[in-house]
């Protein structure tokens, strides 16, 4: 019998440790590796290390940092952050964010093998997402404030991750744009369905491009099927100059104010384009609202997690997934009352019914100051109410019996009126024991005075 296998020892890399690869593209390759910081602590990051093939020519190595430096500036929700540019033995590498979910291809792909398509407000949330960040991108400044015009250049589903928590994440900010400047058509294989049909020419860019191919990402989704790509490079080429087909053609119920959106963004002159990000962004979201899409990103995480239930963590090796984490995966999407339910197991009627019957108590400070101790003899009568304080403003509320309320029903809402204190009929006279018992009005029996000279010795006689 076949034995598990174990994973590979995480092997040094500078000031990082290698765990195990991720993926291997045309010029890079990416690997989960670990940071280890003062006292023990780690941190998970993606290590991205340019091919070997690459690593020698200068010019590509002077792009790959200059444009890993830019962006390295970029912070954003809606950005996959580079926190760390540097080179260890002559590889140069970058030092990304580590992201536990899925891709948009990946995503797609799993919604086809089930026989759907994504449901139009995940596919606007992750739309709405793409625009916000290519917008930060378009408009990102330097230190000084001078305008960095960046453009992505690679908007595609396989570069738009969607997290486990429904964020969704733009990716290759870095090498993505050096590749494009790159004269070999075979360095873009596999992206040429998503370019814009002046990038396509080769041509200059600017940042409609990247709203062209948002759309393009857009359309795809909401279809179901793809829109440029053919079998060879030149025809899907000559498909984006031809231009986008309607996606109505496709799917004859499709709301024709969201086709008039995506139709805009793919036209092929960019003079008829949105002019940026934004102006996408606000029309998706305007069309969110006024059709009352449920746009949620805890919907969206639950049907990310519905897709893929038992490889939430997959991108982590068998050592570093825990129980609870394997278990919150694998537990299906519920309500937010069931969640909670399952946290604090606590019967919710019978707390709200203790705080409904609660007995104010305000307003009875001066009878306690009064009548202290005949509180005191009566409270003694009702030993399942227990001692209370004399000056108690907010007491807790009383505690439910030992035996099941039957005769209360689940929803009852009216307050059971506690039992009233009756003040005792006066004694007649006053306790001698207890002068704090005695009535205040009442004026004291003193002796009368007597006369100076009857207190001398020789006066002493027995009181009148």
């Not at 690593?55 to 830019?70: C, G, H, K, S, Y």
């Amino acid at each position: 019998m076949t034995g598990a296998v174990e994973p590979p020892e995480p092997r040094r890399f500078g000031k990082y440790e290698i765990i195990r690869p991720l993926a291997v593209g045309g010029m890079a390759e990416l690997h989960l590796a670990r940071a280890v910081g003062l006292g023990g602590s780690e941190e998970l990051t993606v290590i991205k290390r340019i091919l070997a093939a690459h690593a020698a020519d200068p010019a590509f190595v002077r792009m790959f940092l200059t444009e890993a430096r830019i962006a390295a500036q970029l912070h954003h929700s809606n950005i996959a952050h580079v926190h760390d540019v540097g080179c260890v033995d002559g590889t140069y590498y970058l030092a990304m964010e580590f992201l536990r979910g899925r891709d948009v291809r990946e995503l797609a792909r799993a919604a086809t093998e089930r026989g759907e398509r994504i449901p139009l407000e995940h596919v606007l949330s992750i739309g709405i997402g793409m625009c916000a960040g290519l917008q930060h991108v378009h408009t990102a400044t330097d230190a000084e404030g001078r305008a960095l015009q960046l453009i992505h250049r690679d908007v595609s589903p396989h570069n738009v991750f969607v997290t486990y928590e429904g964020g969704v994440k733009l990716l290759d900010f870095g090498v993505a744009k050096a590749a494009t400047q790159v004269t070999e058509i075979g360095m873009l294989k596999g992206k040429l369905g998503y370019m814009s049909p002046e990038q396509s020419l080769a041509r200059a860019v600017d940042r409609r491009t990247d709203v062209f191919s948002t759309a393009t990402v857009l359309w795809e989704l909401t279809t179901g099927v793809r829109l440029f790509a053919r079998d060879g490079d030149k025809q899907t080429l000559l498909a984006i100059r031809r231009g986008a087909p309607r996606p109505s053609t496709v799917v004859p119920d499709y709301p024709p104010e969201l086709e008039r959106i995506l139709m805009r963004g793919l036209a092929t002159d960019r003079d008829d384009r949105y002019g940026s990000a934004e102006e996408l962004q606000l029309e998706l979201e305007r069309f969110v609202r006024e059709h009352g899409l449920a746009v949620s990103s805890i919907s969206f995480s639950r049907y990310v997690r519905g897709l893929f239930p038992e490889d939430e963590l997959a991108v982590l090796p068998a050592n570093d997934r825990t129980a609870s984490s394997r278990a919150t995966a694998a537990r299906p999407a519920g309500s937010v009352a069931s969640a909670v339910g399952e946290s604090l197991p606590i019967d919710l009627s019978e707390l709200s019914r203790s705080a409904a019957v609660a007995p104010p108590r305000l307003g009875r400070t001066r009878l306690a100051l009064v009548l202290a101790p005949v509180v005191g003899i009566i409270a003694a009568a009702w030993p399942h109410h227990g001692p209370r304080p004399a000056l108690e403003e907010a007491p807790t509320p009383p505690t439910a019996p030992a035996a099941p309320p039957v005769t209360r029903p689940a929803l009852d809402l009216v307050p059971t009126p506690p039992p009233r204190l009756v003040e005792p009929t006066p004694p007649l006279a006053p306790p001698p024991a207890s002068p704090s018992s005695t009535r205040p009005t009442r004026p004291r029996v003193r002796k009368p005075a007597r006369d100076p000279a009857a207190m001398s010795p020789s006066s002493a006689g027995p009181p009148r």
